[in-house]
Structure formats: C-alpha cells, structure tokens
C-alpha cells in the first residue's frame, strides 16, 4: 500500500492509526488529514520518539497493512470463487446436502442433515 491510498482513504484509515497510535487524540487525527508528515510530526510530539523511530515505525505500519489487506482480499476471492474451505453446498435435495467442490472426505463428513 502507498501512502496516496492511506491519504486517499483517511476516513476509514485513521479508526486504524488510532489503533497502533491510541495517545493520538480526534483532533490530532482531524489535524494530520491523512499527511503522512504531518503524522509522524504528531506521534514524535505524542510519543517523544526520534525521528528515524517514528519514520521506520511508520513504514512497518504501512506494510502491515498492505499485508492484511492482501490477506483479506485473498480470503474474499476463495470464498466466492466457489472453490476451497469457503464454498458453499450446490444445493440441498430433503435431507441430503450434495456439494459439488467438497472432498470425498468432506462430503463423507457432512453426511445427513438432522
């Protein structure tokens, strides 16, 4: 994730800044408006950290985030894809559930509905 798209999406980001940040306050985070110096000048002033701290700090957020967000979205595309642990059953016929993208294990295991 670059920081173009933190800035570009602060309303959202900020709940997440002031997760790993919690001493910055509403207004602090109103102030900084997704600037990205403006934020580490606010964590330095908060926190008491160097410069070089804040900065590194900053960046191990940033790809923090974009791991989650590449977590999340490979999550999302297996769950809708229709394949993998999040497919759901084809179809029920009375109390049998025939699931097309299930191992024979899985379907083994699913057995009848009670």
Not at 54 to 66: M, N, S
Not at 68 to 92: C, F, H, L, M, N
Request: hydrophobic content about 30%.
């Amino acid at each position: 994730m670059d920081w173009n798209r933190v800035e570009g999406n602060w309303k959202q980001t900020k709940g997440k800044v002031k997760e790993k940040w919690g001493q910055l306050t509403d207004d602090d985070l109103t102030t900084i408006n997704g600037k990205r110096d403006q934020l580490e000048g606010k964590i330095q002033e908060r926190y008491g950290l160097a410069k070089d701290m804040v900065r590194k700090d900053v960046d191990d957020w940033l790809k923090a985030q974009d791991k989650a967000a590449k977590i999340a979205s490979s999550t999302r595309d297996e769950r809708y894809s229709g394949d993998g642990p999040w497919a759901r059953p084809r179809a029920v016929l009375g109390t049998r559930i025939v699931a097309h993208s299930l191992s024979a294990k899985q379907q083994h295991s699913v057995g009848e509905c009670p």
